[in-house]
């Protein structure tokens, strides 16, 4: 049984920081790509930030320069470590698993709520 458990999730003032970690269980950890995902109210899931399983990263234009993921594979961990947080950023953040060489997102956790007040 696969699980994707996220932690690290709270409330901070707005230029704080926060960093997120997904624990997976199940899964050949280094062979998925992982990525963190969010959904504000209202809006639609949108990826934040991926990291392969040799360790490439990608993110999205709004993470960038403040967001770093990185993974640890012998730990079957990712972190998405969050400086300089506005109340944009507030969110529930969602861990994903894809498999590397499919297009679609396998897995999910259950979601951590950030919330950046101002």
């Known amino acids: 049984q696969v699980q994707l458990v996220e932690s690290g999730g709270g409330s901070v003032q707005a230029g704080g920081s926060l960093r997120l970690s997904c624990a997976a269980a199940?899964?050949?950890?280094?062979?998925?790509?992982m990525g963190w995902y969010r959904q504000a109210p209202g809006k639609q899931r949108e990826l934040v930030a991926a990291?392969?399983?040799?360790?490439?990263?990608n993110y999205a234009d709004s993470a960038k320069g403040r967001f770093t993921i990185s993974r640890d594979n012998a730990k079957n961990t990712v972190f998405l470590q969050m400086n300089s947080l506005n109340p944009e950023d507030t969110a529930v953040y969602y861990c994903s698993a894809r498999y590397t060489l499919r297009s679609t997102w396998d897995y999910w956790g259950q979601g951590t709520q950030v919330t950046v007040s101002s």
């Open positions: 199940g899964i050949i950890f280094s062979s998925y790509t």
């Open positions: 990291i392969t399983g040799g360790g490439s990263t």
